[in-house]
């Protein structure tokens, strides 16, 4: 089970994502809060930062201890010690987190109303090295269920996507084809079909889609060890600036695009993680090893 990339749970940036910020197109999780008032839904697509519960039990860690000690304090498929972004995400919008898609005909159908949760931890915008639905795939799921007449118009004109993109790719990438040279194109490649996924979902009926930039890269434990967790591994933090700025463009071309009110978002998760890890500096520039390493249990990135 491949869980490179997918350290979450953001309860000690909470209050960095709420930090203003002032460029057009992307924007601070409060920016979201109290657009709702209870009534939105939320379609989530995505990996593990925001996966709630469909990966399946065998194989899957977020199955296993330590994961979920903190909330709900046993694991329940989350990829974190407690909470990820969906929660937090749904808890701005004063509703229930989303029901896995995984478990939509278990559940009491008035939990539907909150909208579903397609994401997957592992996956990808394109096949990663797990072998469960890509975005595309979680896509269909959505369609599928609109079809079937689950969700209305009017529901859907109430909802809110939030679309993840943690980095499988890269890792997928990096592992199979070794090649720095050919990174810049990949990139374009990736951040296209984020754009193609991004209009398939508005064309499905959602108004508005938030998206979120890709966290450093060099900074996530299992890269940052190579320092002994004093430092992040700053040429990977390039390839994170390079996708968002090319994110960022696409965001921003998609809303000229499209003009019928779609809003169209990129949460700027890159920014809270270099806030909370520059939080941890000493005044010698480098990392307290010790927070770090404590901070990185918080976050539910166990393998450090
Ligand atoms: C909640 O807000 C939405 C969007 O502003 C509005 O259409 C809806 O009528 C409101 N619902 C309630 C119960 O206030
Ligand atoms: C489903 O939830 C609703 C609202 O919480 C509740 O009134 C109802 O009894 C539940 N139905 C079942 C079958 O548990
Ligand atoms: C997603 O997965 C399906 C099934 O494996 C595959 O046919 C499709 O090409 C994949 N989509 C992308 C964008 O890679
Ligand atoms: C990965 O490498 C193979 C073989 O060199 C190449 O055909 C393929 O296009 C590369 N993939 C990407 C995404 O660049
Ligand atoms: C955004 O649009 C501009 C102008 O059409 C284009 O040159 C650029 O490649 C687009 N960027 C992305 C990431 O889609
Ligand atoms: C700063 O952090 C580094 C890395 O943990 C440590 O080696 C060093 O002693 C710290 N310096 C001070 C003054 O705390």
Redesign the pocket.
């Known amino acids: 089970m491949e869980k490179k990339l997918q350290a979450s749970s953001l309860s000690f940036l909470l209050f960095l994502l709420l930090l203003p910020t002032t460029f057009t197109g992307i924007v601070a999780i409060n920016e979201l809060y109290g657009i709702y008032n209870g009534t939105a839904k939320l379609f989530v697509f995505g990996d593990s930062y925001v996966d709630t519960g469909n990966s399946p039990k065998p194989g899957a860690g977020s199955w296993k201890q330590p994961y979920g000690s903190t909330f709900p304090q046993k694991p329940v498929g989350r990829f974190s010690n407690g909470r990820v972004l969906t929660d937090y995400i749904s808890m701005f919008l004063r509703i229930r987190s989303p029901t896995p898609f995984k478990w939509r005909r278990y559940v009491n159908k008035t939990r539907l109303r909150y909208g579903m949760n397609f994401a997957y931890g592992g996956t990808g915008v394109f096949n990663t090295l797990v072998n469960l639905p890509n975005m595309t795939t979680q896509i269909d799921f959505f369609q599928k269920l609109i079809q079937e007449n689950a969700y209305t118009k009017q529901d859907l004109d109430s909802s809110i996507a939030l679309v993840s993109v943690a980095g499988n790719d890269y890792t997928n990438?990096l592992v199979?084809?070794r090649?720095l040279e050919?990174l810049p194109?990949?990139t374009a490649s990736l951040v296209n079909q984020i754009s193609l996924n991004l209009k398939r979902i508005q064309s499905l009926g959602v108004k508005k889609i938030a998206v979120t930039g890709l966290e450093p890269l060099g900074c996530l434990p299992q890269i940052s060890v190579a320092s002994a967790y004093q430092n992040c591994i700053e040429p990977l933090n390039l390839i994170s600036n390079t996708h968002n700025q090319m994110l960022l463009q696409a965001v921003q071309n998609l809303t000229h695009e499209i003009s019928d009110g779609t809003v169209f978002m990129m949460l700027d998760l890159n920014g809270a993680f270099m806030t909370a890890i520059n939080n941890l500096r000493n005044h010698t520039g480098r990392i307290q090893h010790l927070k770090f390493a404590f901070c990185c249990v918080r976050a539910g990135m166990y393998l450090c």
């Open positions: 990438f199979k084809n090649s050919k194109a990949f």
